[in-house]
């Protein structure tokens, strides 16, 4: 049973079912990732050799639909994680094709779900090139980041309007949508010379399941630099930049998340602390 030094927590996979944890206050969010993703024995790596990543969502007991990603750097108990909540782990993979049918639903499924996206978040909007099953979006995000960098200054300059483009092609949703940055910024995975944006979820650990309107939510994140890759970057600069520890306390200043490693990093990095392995109970 749970008691105010921990959080007892369930953890659901992308393949379903359930477990349950007790976690003890101070550990890593980035822990609970990397002990159940080793638990589930799903590789280390991705299909080109690199280091596999996992993805943490906060799900929302309303809602369960829709959810939250998390800073791997927080606290369980000094996050927003209570006791009974439900957490999503899963790998940035690939998966399966589909027909031009379930294309179709796919379109009209994202375009519903993009409505709902910009009723709960009104810092997103967007225009369609058409109104039923649209397959073209213009995105509009207001946050705050980073959108250039001069070597010998202080830190970033900084806008608060981002645009993107987005073009779901004719095997979507099978493949990734085609994602170009129509405004200046500086990050990891994105082209600065041509706005191109290569980031797992949208190239070789694309899953298809994962819905337009999640994808948008991520590059929202993306944005707000509380989700990026270092380790595979478009923006080489932007890549060293950003893993400098020197500069994590600007990555901090817009509510970013700097440390974001591989999980076989991460693993190799909390059995030097010997923190033991959390235990996860089917439920």
Not at 102 to 110: F, G, K, P, Q, V
Request: glycine letters at 6%.
């Amino acid at each position: 049973m749970s008691n105010n030094n921990s959080r007892t927590i369930f953890v659901q996979p992308p393949s379903g079912g359930k477990f349950e944890a007790e976690i003890p206050c101070g550990t890593l969010l980035s822990k609970v990732a990397a002990d159940f993703f080793e638990s589930q024995g799903w590789p280390m790596q991705d299909s080109k050799g690199r280091g596999q990543r996992a993805v943490v969502e906060l799900s929302n007991p309303i809602d369960p639909q829709e959810t939250k990603r998390l800073n791997g750097d927080d606290d369980i108990c000094e996050s927003m994680v209570e006791n009974g909540d439900t957490l999503r782990i899963f790998p940035e993979s690939i998966a399966g094709a589909v027909d031009q049918k379930a294309r179709m639903t796919a379109l009209i499924s994202d375009h519903n779900d993009m409505k709902k996206l910009i009723k709960r978040n009104q810092r997103i909007t967007y225009k369609a090139n058409r109104n039923h099953a649209p397959d073209q979006y213009q995105i509009s995000m207001n946050y705050e980041s980073f959108v250039a960098y001069h070597p010998g200054e202080p830190k970033p300059g900084i806008a608060n309007t981002h645009s993107v483009e987005i073009t779901l092609g004719g095997e979507y949703p099978r493949r990734a949508p085609y994602v170009i940055w129509k405004t200046p910024i500086f990050h990891p995975n994105i082209d600065p010379s041509d706005g191109e944006v290569c980031l797992g979820i949208l190239k070789e650990r694309y899953l298809p399941g994962l819905g337009l309107a999640r994808i948008v939510s991520m590059l929202a994140e993306m944005v707000q630099w509380r989700n990026f890759d270092a380790t595979n970057p478009f923006n080489r600069e932007a890549a060293e930049w950003a893993i400098d520890p020197d500069h994590w306390h600007i990555i901090r200043s817009i509510k970013g998340h700097p440390f974001q490693g591989p999980i076989e990093q991460l693993l190799k990095m909390f059995e030097k602390d010997d923190q033991p392995p959390i235990q996860f109970k089917p439920v």
